[in-house]
């Protein structure tokens, strides 16, 4: 069954300055007026979401789960973590275990934290992360971020469908092939067991691969959650994502092509938000090109193919190298620069650089109160590295 590990709660920071004006997401959505306008455009459209077929039940749902705890707890794999999401605002998700957990291979080490925002509504974190270790010595790290009225399953199930589906074609395949692979499989696989659930919810994806043997490292990401990679020893960030917005040149050619509506507003301060719906519906009003689920926008021109990057020899050149992981809930507020920056004061102090992606999550949650005063995303960090570069230098001996 598992081993499932005591979530943290911290107080809730200070709001210190008036709110800072929102868009709203597609988790703002009443579903039922959602589904509504969602049937007239089925009509009108003549495409209607053919991939999310309704009516799946609740059973395909518990095999599917079923069927990745036993791969998590078989042969091929030899540790294996995942998040259980958090409810109470603050809250950090409880960990669960299952083979030798996050704890192997030797010589590696993680940090893995998700917690819950606060929010007008009752909503689970929908952040979700996974950490496995597969028999092949590679090490898949997964960080999701969910949106809509369902984007707290949708997110756990692709942090745990990813690293199988990865696993089932590596060797065949190859790395940067495999993660392609791994993105087509798990959105089938949205579509044929929660075909109800991901119309109008979804999940970015970041994944970080490492294997220990041959010293390849790869990152696919779709949507606005990061990887991040950089050098402890010298502070400097060496590779970094991108996050895939409507207004993005070769994204906005991609939309436009297929007929979807793009609705972008500048602000003030300069910054740019889009957001993308199927057209005359008003919904969902998805601010990122590129997502698993969000099956009502798959006719649209939103994709759910990564893009996918090898950064085995930027990896290399680390002294001490470290790969994080956030939700954009972290990255909106904290810059990959300050980042790094904490967490090599942290390496350069010989301190635990792994306390450091708490101290990143509780920094960026006071940071969001502070700006909108009533509410706070999800956010979620991980960390992955060598043991030296995480863990603090053991005392010489007496």
Not at 5 to 28: E, L, N
Not at 268 to 296: H, K, M, N, Q
Not at 300 to 317: H, Q
Request: hydrophobic content about 40%.
């Amino acid at each position: 069954q598992g081993r499932v590990g005591r979530p943290g709660r911290a107080p809730p920071p200070a709001a210190t300055s008036p709110p800072r004006r929102r868009v709203p997401c597609p988790s703002m959505l009443a579903p039922s007026a959602a589904r509504r306008c969602l049937s007239a455009v089925a009509g009108a459209r003549g495409r209607a979401l053919a991939a999310a077929s309704v009516g799946r039940s609740r059973g395909i749902r518990t095999n599917v789960a079923d069927m990745l705890d036993a791969w998590a707890s078989g042969p091929t794999v030899l540790g294996h973590a995942h998040s259980r999401p958090s409810k109470e605002p603050y809250e950090l998700s409880a960990v669960r275990e299952l083979g030798g957990g996050a704890g192997i291979p030797e010589g590696w080490m993680s940090k893995l934290c998700s917690a819950a925002g606060l929010k007008s509504t009752e909503t689970p974190n929908q952040d979700s992360y996974s950490y496995t270790y597969l028999d092949s010595g590679w090490i898949v790290c997964v960080a999701c971020d969910g949106h809509g009225e369902h984007g707290d399953a949708i997110s756990e199930r692709v942090a745990r469908l990813l690293p199988l589906h990865f696993a089932g074609s590596a060797e065949a395949l190859g790395a940067g092939d495999a993660l392609c692979k791994a993105f087509e499989l798990a959105q089938a696989e949205l579509e044929r067991s929660m075909a109800e659930q991901q119309k109008l919810s979804g999940t970015m994806a970041a994944v970080y691969c490492f294997h220990v043997a041959s010293g390849q490292a790869w990152v696919a990401h779709a949507g606005d959650s990061r990887v991040v990679l950089g050098d402890l020893r010298s502070g400097e960030v060496v590779f970094s994502t991108n996050e895939h917005k409507p207004h993005d040149p070769g994204e906005a050619e991609r939309l436009q092509r297929s007929g979807a509506q793009v609705i972008s507003r500048h602000y003030e301060d300069g910054e740019l938000v889009s957001r993308i719906y199927v057209p005359g519906t008003g919904v969902p009003g998805l601010a990122s090109s590129r997502s698993l689920g969000d099956g009502c926008l798959k006719g649209f021109g939103v994709v759910a193919a990564p893009d996918v990057r090898d950064v085995s020899a930027l990896w290399r050149e680390c002294a001490a190298p470290v790969a994080v992981l956030g939700s954009d809930g972290l990255w909106d507020f904290i810059s990959p620069a300050e980042t790094l920056a904490v967490l090599s004061a942290r390496f350069t102090r010989a301190l635990d650089v792994r306390r450091g992606a708490e101290v990143l999550l509780r920094r960026s949650q006071k940071l969001w109160i502070e700006a909108e005063g009533d509410y706070c995303d999800d956010v979620t960090v991980l960390l992955v590295a060598p043991s030296g570069s995480l863990a603090p230098p053991k005392p010489p001996a007496s």
